[in-house]
């Protein structure tokens, strides 16, 4: 693919200072999940062969891993947004991203793991208490087997 070059230089400036852990809505989450007792595993590595190595937030005794999206670099259907510079680069950009996203989702889930997957702009409260339930629940499946 020949693209022109996808964002301006200011843009281009903005992206690179946006890390890729450790944004508002991870910590936000986090917070609310050690406010609850749990206790896990951040920006932690996932099994091979995922192209996304990394999930947010790690359960991995209880195989549970934790993704806070991004609404712009997932495509949310609700807060994203489409660039106007570069629209075709950005379009297949954002595409690609969502199939990995669902790729590494069927790929975790087969080898046993939940996957739990939140928009930036979740409602942390309920979002927690979604994934202390899940850890809990695997706590109770893993001890009835």
Same mark, same amino acid.
């Given at each position: *693919?020949?693209?022109?070059?996808?964002?301006? =230089?200011?843009?281009?400036?903005? *992206?690179?200072?946006?890390?890729?852990?450790?944004?508002?809505?991870? $910590? !936000?989450?986090?917070?609310?999940? &050690?406010?609850?007792?749990?206790?896990?595993?951040?920006?932690?590595?996932?099994?091979?062969? @995922?192209?996304?190595?990394? =999930?947010?937030?790690?359960?991995?005794?209880?195989?549970? =891993?934790?993704?806070?999206?991004?609404?712009?670099? &997932?495509?949310?259907?609700? &807060?994203?947004?489409?660039?106007?510079?570069?629209?075709?680069?950005?379009?297949?950009?954002? !595409?690609?991203?969502?199939?990995?996203?669902?790729?590494?989702?069927?790929?975790?889930? !087969?080898?046993?793991? $939940?996957?739990?997957?939140?928009?930036? &702009?979740?409602?942390?409260?309920?979002?927690?208490?979604?994934?202390?339930?899940?850890? @809990?629940?695997?706590? !109770?499946?893993?001890?009835?087997?």
């Amino acid at each position: *693919m020949d693209f022109a070059d996808p964002v301006s =230089a200011a843009t281009s400036r903005r *992206m690179r200072a946006t890390g890729s852990r450790d944004t508002r809505p991870e $910590l !936000a989450l986090r917070r609310e999940l &050690h406010r609850r007792g749990r206790r896990f595993r951040v920006d932690a590595p996932l099994p091979a062969p @995922l192209q996304r190595r990394r =999930a947010d937030v790690l359960f991995p005794r209880r195989r549970v =891993a934790v993704f806070v999206d991004g609404c712009f670099w &997932h495509g949310c259907p609700e &807060h994203g947004r489409k660039p106007s510079t570069n629209s075709v680069y950005w379009a297949e950009k954002l !595409a690609r991203n969502r199939t990995r996203d669902r790729r590494n989702g069927d790929v975790l889930a !087969a080898a046993g793991w $939940l996957v739990l997957r939140y928009w930036e &702009h979740v409602d942390v409260e309920a979002a927690s208490e979604e994934v202390v339930e899940a850890v @809990l629940g695997r706590r !109770a499946e893993r001890a009835a087997r």
